[in-house]
């Protein structure tokens, strides 16, 4: 049954991505208690990808906490067609007054009562693909580690202990949200028309493996993804979440529940 409850509703997934219409299906796994599933972690899926869809999703993971919120943002700077400004309007203002942090080597995160980790899921020369682990794991690195962990070489095996290093230092609190839309599968092989925004989805949980993972499997439903899953396939990228859940960072196995527009 191993990773059997994310493949069998990927469906539902499918016709979110492509524009079909959704019909409210009352077999799509919920969870009553923290955020898991039989035993397994709930990734939340908004297909809107905006401030508000942003929002959503992390309204969906029911935070509470005390003191300020700081938010991790993942590097833009290879990113022509993305920007965090609008995206994260909403989520700025529902909480109090919080600390937006994208060089988080001057910053000390326990110092807060709760870490948003914002990822733009999207290719990574060495990793394969940026996502919640990576950028979990650039907060414990030192400043040397976490610049190439950013833009060059990495340790796959380092990427996973770091990200465990980061969520044992901070005690569980901390939430993480993945942003995918066109720039997520636009490269070089796949120039997607301008007509076409071809968002995909907002995704957020307690599970940063999870995460990733719902984001891969959601690539390989999608045609134009296939540069992308290759070059994470070159880079041997899955090894990060197969060794990550291995030491305790999070599951590969999950349960999705999509979220009402």
């Known amino acids: 049954m191993k990773r059997k409850i994310a493949l069998s509703i990927l469906l539902t997934i499918l016709l979110g991505v492509t524009g079909c219409g959704r019909q409210k299906d009352d077999g799509i796994v919920r969870t009553e208690w923290s955020h898991t599933y039989d035993g397994y972690p709930v990734v939340y899926v908004a297909h809107n990808v905006s401030a508000g869809g942003l929002l959503s999703a992390y309204k969906s993971l029911e935070a509470s906490f005390d003191g300020t919120a700081a938010i991790k943002l993942s590097e833009t700077d290879t990113d022509k067609d993305f920007s965090w400004s ?8 529902s909480l109090d007054e919080p600390v937006v942090v994208e060089t988080p080597s001057s910053v000390d995160f326990s110092d807060y009562g709760c870490t ?3 990822s733009h899921f999207r290719s990574h020369d060495a990793a394969g693909f940026n ?4 950028q979990t794991a650039i907060i414990s690195a030192k400043s040397e580690t976490a610049s190439r962990l950013s833009a060059g070489s990495c340790n796959l095996k380092i990427l996973a202990e770091s990200g465990k290093r980061t969520v044992d230092s901070l005690e569980g609190h901390i939430l993480y949200i993945n942003i995918m839309d066109r720039a997520t599968i636009e490269s070089a092989e796949v120039v997607l028309p301008e007509s076409n925004t071809y968002n995909i989805a907002i995704l957020a949980s307690y599970d940063p493996v999870a995460l990733d993972q719902a ?4 690539l390989a439903i999608l045609r134009e993804s296939t540069p992308l899953l290759s070059h994470i396939a070159a880079c041997d990228g899955l090894y990060t979440l197969t060794y990550g859940e291995q030491i305790g960072l999070g599951s ?10």
């Open 86 to 93: 609008e995206l994260v309007v909403e989520l700025s203002e």
């Open 116 to 118: 948003i980790v914002l």
């Open 131 to 134: 996502g919640a682990v990576k």
């Open 215 to 218: 984001c891969i499997d959601i």
């Open 252 to 261: 590969r196995t999950y349960a999705l529940m999509i979220l009402e527009n």
